[in-house]
């Protein structure tokens, strides 16, 4: 079992959309997580950053964790061609500058006219 | 915001040369940064952590001679693919963990590797 799964989809939703993103863990240290935008051929862009469980919001884009359920979600408000992308959950147990990431396999969605 | 920038964002190689990916912060100091590769449709998968001033920590799997991390000074690491093969061919992303004691990691914009 790998330690983060996520959906790859292709995910196809129409402009104006809310999505829903998700990912589940399996280890229980994981406290910090994050999403990452990656547009085709270019580095991951963070997007948002939570610790621990509980929501977090920004402009359109809300992230909400789960930690009992070992399961954290990224919603997209109104969603945009623009927003058309690969998304990749990320998270971490360790504080500080040393910490490691555990990435999902990503999602590509594709936000239609 | 912190920046971390890669270079070069593309390059295509002959079978058996070495090509050298530079991975810099701009405007924040990394004493560690992390290389990764990413294949089509997957993660990324953490290849070695860059450590400056000492050895870089290799993950289980990845050949120390054939993918050299040197970590100069606290704004540069380097990796190179050495003989590299066609099966080298990949995408590959550096990272630098966000400064002053957070956990987040900022990415360079990649590179893609291509051996002919």
């Known amino acids: 079992q790998k330690e983060v799964e996520q959906d790859p989809g292709p995910l196809s939703v129409p402009e104006g959309a809310i999505v829903s993103l998700n990912c589940t863990y399996s280890n229980s240290a994981f406290q910090y997580f994050m999403w990452y935008r990656q547009y085709s051929r270019k580095g991951p862009e963070l997007l948002m950053y939570t610790y621990s469980s509980g929501n977090k919001e920004d402009g359109r884009f809300t992230a909400q964790v789960d930690k009992s359920s070992k399961y954290i979600s990224l919603f997209i408000r109104d969603s945009q061609p623009s927003d058309s992308a690969t998304y990749l959950c990320?998270?971490?147990?360790?504080?500080?500058?040393?910490?490691?990431?555990?990435f999902g396999t990503g999602t590509r969605l594709q936000v239609t006219l | 915001g912190a920046v971390v920038s890669q270079h070069p964002s593309r390059v295509i190689c002959k079978s058996g040369t070495s090509v050298k990916i530079e991975c810099r912060s701009l405007d924040f100091q990394a004493t560690t940064m992390f290389w990764y590769r990413q294949f089509p449709k997957q993660s990324l998968m953490l290849m070695a952590t860059s450590n400056e001033g000492s050895k870089a920590t290799y993950e289980q799997g990845v050949e120390k001679d054939k993918f050299l991390i040197n970590h100069a000074s606290l704004t540069l690491s380097t990796l190179t693919v050495t003989s590299a093969h066609p099966e080298d061919s990949s995408f590959y992303i550096c990272s630098a963990p966000a400064p002053r004691g957070r956990t987040e990691a900022f990415f360079g914009q990649g590179t893609r590797l291509t051996v002919v």
């Open positions: 990320a998270m971490s147990a360790a504080p500080g500058t040393a910490s490691k990431l555990t």
